[in-house]
């Protein structure tokens, strides 16, 4: 990982990493809880995804505690520049891994929730793959802010259209099931939300690299089309 | 973001030596209408001795020569042929220690319009000095005892009768080193507040070893380093992304 350092106050330089290995620690439990999720759903396994939503004390603690951090940073450091850019990163990145958690939540109570058949086996592959993509992107989406690397960041970014896609096909194969057999329609619901779940934890894997790419370049990506980030990434603008 | 694009003032290549010594190593820089313009950087950067060369302080330090070009609006402010003392009257300057003259309050801001002929009877150089400490938020708290000594006042509201003193004789643009580091917090925000308010009348150019204050009140800010000015910009850019490294390294506290 890049330490942050060179700041005349060592301490200073200790609370900036602080900041992002308890960001880091965060998204590592959120990473797990969501393997969890899926393979929970996937495997019918009820007493795992119960622990999934047991989880998700810890990680909303974990969120109050880093916000605490950062306030307590900026209120007596008075951040400014590259640091100020971390922070406001940090206290943003927090929000979309601690709503990644409640995605995966949600994906546990689907299973939980499930009085219908199991889904096939077709079906939980489709889950499965689709889980595996999201899992890389959080994963890679953290790496790239720990090592404040905005090309892996642009990266992960282009990885999204592939989950959007897989939510599509998803979407379509089961309204597909739905509409030929209405007995269909709760197992093929619960399908649906386990990857429109899936989904948006892939949006807020994104928001992580464009966070890392504004602390990184000091420019807000969030609204630019993918060839305006390769632009600002790779400093063409 | 600076607040209006009229140039007001324009320096050329500004070089000042000490001797052999060369402390200012070729300036470029422009300071627009009712802007609040700050420098900042270390100790010894230079930041002082180019804010007094906008408005020839530099002049009475032996052995300081100063070359290039300084304009207010348009006129060379070094051509010989100047009346230097018009010259401070246009461009004012406020001190880093209060230095109220040993005389009442009234007398230290009607100095300078008797001075400079700017007032012809008792009731117009009245009105001068209230509208100068009005300006200055002072006053409501001396407008009862303008006969005391100013040297009576507290810090704040003393740098505060400086400023008054400055603004009396109808400067166009107001300098001011480090115009609160002798003072406590509460002064300091009173100070801030009025350069906020001044700003509409007066343009203004400050040094500061106070980061935050730069960022609290000015437009722009420049970065000075070793004689050269790094970097000139918005102060919102400055102080999120400011683009030369060798000011991020000052703003955010780290070694170069």
Redesign the interface.
Known sequence: MNKITGHYSHAYDDELNEAVDRLIRMGALVGEQLQDAIKAFIKGDRELASQVIQTDRKVNAQEIDIEEHCLDIIARRQPTAIDLRLIVGVLKSINDVERIGDQAEHIAKQLLDEDCQRPTDAQLEDIDMMGDKVLNMLQQALLSFQRMDPALALDVLKQDRLVDHDYGRILRHNLTYMLEDTRQITRGLHLIWVARALERIGDHAQNICEFSIFITKGRNVSHLTEDEVDAVVHDKV | MKTNSTLKMKAENVRVFYGANEAIKGIDMNVYQNEVLAFIGPSGCGKSTFLRCLNRMNDTIDQCRVTGLIELDGQDMYDPRLDVVQLRAQIGMVFQKPNPFPKSIYDNIAYGPKLHGLASKKSELDDIVESSLQKAGLWKEVKDRLDQPGTGLSGGQQQRLCIARTIAVSPEVILMDEPCSALDPIATSIIEELIDELKANYTIVMVTHN??QA?RVSDRTAFFHMGEMIEIGSTTEM????NNKRT??Y?????G
């Not at chain 2, 102080?239 to 400011?242: E, G, N, W």
């Open positions: 980061m935050q960022a102080f999120t992304k400011p991020e390294d703003i955010t506290g780290r070694y």
